[in-house]
C-alpha cells in the first residue's frame, strides 16, 4: 500500500468523525510521514510504524473526544429535513415525526441489521454507498428507542434496539443516546418514542451496494422486507412479524417468521428455505436449485422452477406448481391436503399415502384416477415425488 492509499483509507474511515478531529488526524499522520521521509525510511516502513488504521479507530475513547463533539447533534449535510423539524418543535415531540439519513463509503464483506422494535427494509444502493436511513412517526414519551451503526471486523451493523428505563411523565426533551461507531461511542443521537400504540411506528430502511457478499436482517415483533438485492448468502428473521423476498437473487437464502408469513416473490436461489412457525409460507415465481418450505400449522402454497423440492406442513395444507426443473418432490402434512401440479416433466415415480383422504393421480390427463396407498411410475419416472399426509386428500398431476 503506498502512502496516498493509507491517507485515503485513513480520510475514508474518519468521515463520520467532527471536521475539527478529522484534520487533528489527518495532520498527525501527515507530520509522521514527513519525518519518517526526512530520515530515509521508505512509504512500507512508515505505514508498519503507524499501523493498521481500524485498529486506531476502536482505541479512540470518549475521553479523547472533544466534549463539544461528542455532545452535538449531527451536521446539517446528514440529517434529514424531518429531523430538522423535529429538533425544531421539540416542545410537541409526542407528535413529531422523525427521521435520519446517514451514507457510508466502503467495502464491507458482510452487513447485519437488527430492527428488535421496528420494521427492517432493504434495496438496492443507487450508488457504491450503503445508505441508512431511520424513521419513527407518531411518537410517545412513555419509553425510549436508540439508533445505532458500526463497523467491527469488517461488518457492518446497523439497527434499533429499546433503551433501559423509562422517561419520566412530562419529560419531553429530546434525550441524547450515545452510538457507537468502529467500536467506540463517539457521537449522539436522539431517542423516540414507543411503538406499540396505534399509529407509531420505526423503521429502519437500507440501501445496499451491488457486491454485498452476506446480509442478515433480525426483528423482534416487525416486518422485514428485502427488494431488489443481489447477495451471496441471505437471512431474514422475524420474531412476530412477516418476511418478504421480492425479485431477490442469492446463493443461499434463509427466511424465517415466528408467527408471521414467509413470502418469496421472483426470487432465485441456489438453496433456499422458507419457515414459518404458525404462518403461512408462499413461494411465487421462483428459480432454484433446492427449495425448503415448512410450517407449524399454516399453509404452503407456490409457483417454482426448483430441481427438488422439500415441503412440510404440521397440520396445513401444501399446493405447489412445479415447472420443467423439478427431478425429486417431498411433501408432507399431518393432517392437510396435497396438490401437486407439474409441468414439462417427462415422467414420474410417484408414492403416495394417507390415513384416510383420498388419492388421485393423473399423467397427461385433467381428472386423472383414484388409486390407493403405492407407488405408480408414468412416463420415464425421472421425477421422484412422495406425498404423505396424516388424513388430508392428495391430488398429483403431471405433463409433459
Not at 214 to 220: Q, S, W
Request: proline share 1%.
Amino acid at each position: 500500500m503506498s502512502k496516498q492509499e493509507y491517507m485515503q483509507k485513513l480520510q475514508e474511515k474518519l468521515e463520520s468523525f467532527g471536521k475539527e478531529m478529522q484534520e487533528e488526524i489527518m495532520e498527525d499522520y501527515r507530520q509522521h510521514f514527513a519525518e519518517g521521509e526526512k530520515e530515509g525510511k521508505s512509504e512500507e516502513e512508515i505505514i508498519e510504524e503507524l499501523g493498521n488504521i481500524e485498529e486506531m479507530i476502536r482505541e479512540l475513547s470518549e475521553d479523547e473526544l472533544p466534549e463539544e463533539f461528542a455532545q452535538r447533534t449531527l451536521e446539517p449535510s446528514t440529517v434529514s429535513e424531518g429531523q430538522e423539524a423535529a429538533e425544531e418543535n421539540a416542545d410537541n415531540f409526542q407528535e413529531t415525526e422523525m427521521k435520519r439519513a446517514f451514507s457510508y463509503s466502503g467495502y464491507y464483506k458482510a452487513v447485519v441489521l437488527e430492527g428488535k422494535v421496528a420494521d427492517v427494509y432493504v434495496t438496492q444502493s443507487e450508488n457504491d454507498q450503503i445508505h441508512v436511513d431511520y424513521e419513527a412517526k407518531g411518537l410517545n414519551s412513555q419509553q425510549n428507542y436508540e439508533y445505532y451503526q458500526y463497523e467491527e471486523d469488517g461488518t457492518f451493523y446497523a439497527g434499533v434496539k429499546r433503551k433501559k428505563g423509562i422517561r419520566e411523565e412530562g419529560d419531553s426533551d429530546e434525550k441524547m443516546v450515545k452510538v457507537t461507531l468502529f467500536g467506540r461511542t463517539i457521537i449522539s443521537y436522539g431517542t423516540v418514542g414507543s411503538v406499540w400504540s396505534s399509529g407509531q411506528s420505526i423503521t429502519l430502511t437500507v440501501r445496499l451496494p451491488k457486491g454485498m457478499p452476506k446480509l442478515t436482517a433480525k426483528v423482534g415483533s416487525g416486518n422485514v422486507s428485502v427488494s431488489g438485492v443481489e447477495l451471496e448468502a441471505l437471512e431474514a428473521t422475524s420474531g412476530s412479524g412477516n418476511v418478504r423476498l421480492n425479485e431477490t437473487v442469492a446463493d443461499r437464502l434463509k427466511a424465517h417468521a415466528g408467527s408471521g408469513n414467509v413470502t418469496a416473490y421472483r426470487t432465485e436461489f441456489i438453496s433456499g428455505v422458507l419457515e414459518a412457525g404458525s404462518g403461512n409460507v408462499k413461494a411465487e415465481e421462483v428459480k432454484g436449485r433446492e427449495l425448503r418450505c415448512g410450517t407449524g400449522s399454516g399453509n404452503i402454497k407456490g409457483e417454482a422452477a426448483v430441481g427438488e423440492f422439500h415441503l412440510a406442513s404440521g397440520s396445513g395444507n401444501i399446493k405447489m406448481k412445479a415447472d420443467g426443473k423439478a427431478e425429486r418432490v417431498s411433501m408432507s402434512t399431518g393432517s392437510g391436503s396435497i396438490k401437486l401440479e407439474l409441468e414439462g416433466i417427462q415422467g414420474m415415480d410417484t408414492t403416495v399415502r394417507t390415513g384416510s383422504g383420498g388419492v388421485r393421480v393423473a399423467w397427461n390427463e385433467e381428472e386423472g384416477q383414484k388409486v390407493k396407498n403405492g407407488n405408480y411410475t408414468y412416463g420415464n419416472g425421472a421425477c421422484k415425488i412422495k406425498a404423505n399426509t396424516g388424513s388430508g386428500s392428495i391430488k398429483i398431476f403431471g405433463r409433459e
